[in-house]
C-alpha cells in the first residue's frame, strides 16, 4: 500500500498478481503431481492470492438458483445460470466458454433481477463465520480488498456489450437505473462490512477496453460512469481506505485518464500486448499507481529480450508508483521451468531496486 502510494519504501512487494492461490497450468501438474500445494511457497510469492486478498462476501447478485445443463455432447456443454444468463462451454482449452444470451434485455427484467437478488442485507451474502474472519483480519499482514463487480463491468454482465451500447442511446434511464441500483447495494454492504474489519483498497472489474482503446466513449463514460466512481470514491474517503483499483484488460491509457478524474488512483494489468505506455500514463498523472505492465509470456523470451524486459521492470520501479509482474497468467506455451526462471528473475530485480533510486 505504500508503494501504491507513493511513499516511502526499501522495495515493491514480490507478487504474483495473477493466477490465484496454487495456481498451476495442468500440464505443469502432469509432471509436478503436488505442484498446486507448494508452488506459492516455491516461488516465494508475498500476500496471497493476487499479492492482496479479498474478503468471501458475494458481492453481485445473491442467493441465485443453481445453474442448470440443458444440453451437452462431446464437444460442449449450454448451461442456464439462475438469473437467465445462457453459456455455451466448450470442453477444453485456455478460453473454453461465452455468453450467448445475457439477462437483461428490458425493465422488466432488471426489475425481476433487483427485487430477487439484490437485496444488500440477504444473509446469503456474508459467510456465519464473518465474526472469525473479521478478528483475524484484524491482525492480517496482507492488503484486503472490498469488491465491486464493476460500474461498466456489472452493466455488460446484465446486458452484454453490445446491447448495453445501444441502450446508452436507447434507454438511458435504464442504463442509470441499473448501475445505481447495483452501487446503492454496494455501499449498504460495505458499510456494514467497514463496522468490522479496516480495509485497504476497493477493487472494480471492468475489461471495458480493447487493443485500441476504450469500448466506450468519454461522452459517455462521463455520463454513466463516471458519477458512480465519484460516489465509489467518496465513500473510500469516508472509511481511511487509500486504494480504488480498477482491473481492465486491453489498451487502457485514455482510460486512466478519465478515471483519474473520477478518484481512482490505482489500475491493472497495462497489457504490453495491448499497447499500453505506462510510463507516460504514471507520469502525466501523478497520483496514479499501477500493477503487472509485464509480459506474460516472457518466460518464453530469449535471453536478450528477457533482459531488456527486466530493465523495463527495473525502470517502472525506479519511476514509483508501480509494481511490476506479468499483466496475465501464463497460457501453455509456457513450461514451469520456464515459468520459475523468469520470476525467479524478477525477484532479484525488486529487491536489488528501490523506489525512486
Known amino acids: 500500500m505504500r508503494t501504491l502510494t507513493g511513499q516511502d519504501v526499501d522495495r515493491v512487494p514480490f507478487m504474483k498478481i495473477f493466477g490465484g492461490d496454487g495456481a498451476a497450468l495442468p500440464i505443469w501438474v502432469d509432471k509436478y503431481p503436488l505442484l498446486r500445494a507448494y508452488i506459492d511457497e516455491l ?3 508475498e500476500g496471497g492470492y493476487r499479492g492482496w486478498r479479498i474478503a468471501p462476501i458475494e458481492y453481485s447478485l445473491s442467493s441465485v438458483e443453481p445453474d ?56 446469503a ?15 492480517r499482514d496482507f492488503p484486503l480488498q472490498l469488491t465491486c463487480s464493476g ?12 446491447a448495453l451500447c445501444l441502450a446508452m442511446y436507447d434507454d438511458p434511464g435504464l442504463v442509470k437505473q441499473i448501475i445505481g441500483d447495483y452501487i446503492d447495494m454496494c455501499l449498504v454492504l460495505w458499510e456494514k462490512l467497514c463496522q468490522d474489519v479496516q ?3 476497493i477493487e472494480c472489474w471492468e475489461d471495458m477496453a480493447s487493443k485500441t482503446g476504450s469500448i466506450i466513449s468519454k461522452v459517455s463514460f462521463d455520463e454513466f460512469l463516471a458519477p458512480q ?16 483499483l480498477v482491473d481492465s484488460d486491453g489498451n487502457i491509457d485514455d482510460l486512466a485518464h478519465w478515471m483519474y478524474a473520477c478518484g481512482v488512483n490505482s489500475m491493472y494489468p497495462f497489457e504490453i500486448g495491448a499497447g499500453c505506455n505506462v510510463r507516460e500514463v504514471l507520469k502525466s498523472l501523478p497520483q496514479m499507481s499501477a500493477i503487472g505492465c509485464l509480459e506474460k509470456s516472457a518466460g518464453i523470451m530469449c535471453d536478450k529480450d528477457m533482459d531488456a524486459h527486466l530493465e523495463f521492470a527495473r525502470q517502472l520501479i ?31 530485480v525488486i529487491m536489488t531496486t528501490k523506489p525512486g533510486s
Not at 465509489?232 to 481511511?240: G, P
Not at 508501480?322 to 497460457?331: A, K, N, Y
Open 318 to 348: 525506479r519511476d514509483g508508483r508501480c509494481i511490476p509482474g506479468p499483466d496475465h497468467f501464463v497460457l501453455e506455451n509456457v513450461s514451469f521451468e520456464q515459468y520459475k526462471r523468469f520470476f525467479n528473475r524478477l525477484r532479484e
Open 199 to 201: 480495509f485497504d483498497l
Open 151 to 162: 460500474v461498466y463491468g456489472f452493466l455488460r454482465k446484465m446486458m452484454g456489450d453490445e
Open 229 to 244: 466512481y465519484r460516489r465509489i470514491r467518496q465513500f473510500a474517503d469516508a472509511h481511511d481506505i487509500p486504494i480504488v
Open 43 to 45: 516461488m516465494g510469492f
Open 125 to 139: 451474502r456474508i459467510p456465519p463465520d464473518w465474526p472469525l474472519l473479521a478478528e483475524l483480519y484484524k491482525n
Open 68 to 123: 442448470v445443463t440443458l444440453s451437452e455432447d462431446d464437444k460442449e456443454r449450454i448451461i442456464k445460470k439462475g438469473d437467465g444468463t445462457l453459456i455455451r462451454a466448450l470442453k477444453g482449452g485456455d478460453f473454453h466458454w461465452h455468453i450467448t444470451e445475457y439477462p437483461v434485455k428490458t425493465r422488466n427484467d432488471w426489475d425481476r433481477i433487483r427485487e430477487r437478488y439484490l437485496d444488500p442485507h440477504d444473509p
